[in-house]
């Protein structure tokens, strides 16, 4: 069964610093990849997707992320954290019926 | 361009009361999620519609959730009777339905069952 996993709930950064939010995947076959930001009382944003290509994917805001297939990871990452970067983030793979199935979500904190 | 919208944004009831969430999806857009989102938890995708048809159902609780989305354009969800545990953020996406299409989410609407 497709799924990913979030193995931190929460990240603290120092603003100015790069951040690094870890995903990890299990599928069968090549993994269609997602992060989304969610921020207080609003839906989800759409940030950045792997679907074939270049392993290193643009996204939305300065984030991207690094699809790593040895590792089965797709990191999502950031050179310089902002404190308006503080929010939830969601690492999600696509299903057979091209629905999502996402992760339990990391809390990212940019400390001033 | 119009983003997905939900209406209402939050919503408190009784147990055993029933409740409807409306949703109405951006435009041209063929397929139509609902998840819900548990205080602490990622979404899980409750039912996805393909124009007027269920794609993918297996997560909705049957004997107390119902969707529809007759016309293929918005859809309403609704939760007859409504128990605890439903205490939910009822979140709804659409997308053009291809493989590896980004889904669009609308704010969501959070219920809050006493």
């Known amino acids: 069964a497709q799924s990913v996993a979030q193995p931190e709930d929460q990240v603290n950064v120092a603003e100015g610093n790069p951040l690094t939010v870890k995903c990890t995947y299990s599928?069968?076959?090549?993994?269609?990849l997602f992060w989304y930001v969610q921020y207080p009382n609003r839906g989800l944003q759409f940030l950045l997707k792997?679907?074939?290509?270049?392993?290193l994917v643009k996204g939305s805001y300065g984030f991207e992320a690094e699809f790593n297939k040895s590792q089965t990871s797709f990191h999502l990452k950031k050179p310089s954290a902002l404190v308006s970067d503080s929010a939830l983030y969601f690492c999600?793979?696509?299903?057979?019926?091209?629905?999502?199935?996402f992760g339990t979500g990391t809390r990212l904190t940019v400390i001033p | 361009e119009a983003g997905v919208a939900q209406s209402p944004r939050y919503k408190i009831i009784e147990k055993r009361q029933s409740v409807a969430f409306w949703c109405n999806p951006i435009?041209?857009?063929?397929?139509l999620y609902w998840y819900q989102q548990i205080l602490g938890q990622g979404p899980k995708l409750l039912i996805q519609?393909?124009?007027?048809?269920?794609?993918?159902d297996s997560q909705l609780p049957k004997d107390r959730f119902s969707a529809e989305r007759l016309k293929g354009v918005d859809s309403t969800l609704k939760i007859q009777p409504a128990k605890l545990e439903d205490s939910a953020v009822y979140l709804c996406?659409?997308?053009?339905?291809?493989?590896?299409?980004?889904?669009?989410f609308g704010p969501g609407t959070r219920l809050l069952v006493l």
């Open positions: 996406a659409s997308s053009l339905g291809l493989a590896g299409e980004t889904q669009y």
């Open positions: 599928v069968s076959g090549n993994p269609y």
């Open positions: 999600a793979v696509m299903r057979g019926a091209n629905n999502l199935f």
């Open positions: 519609f393909q124009n007027n048809g269920v794609v993918d």
């Open positions: 435009s041209g857009h063929a397929t």
């Open positions: 792997y679907i074939t290509g270049d392993n």
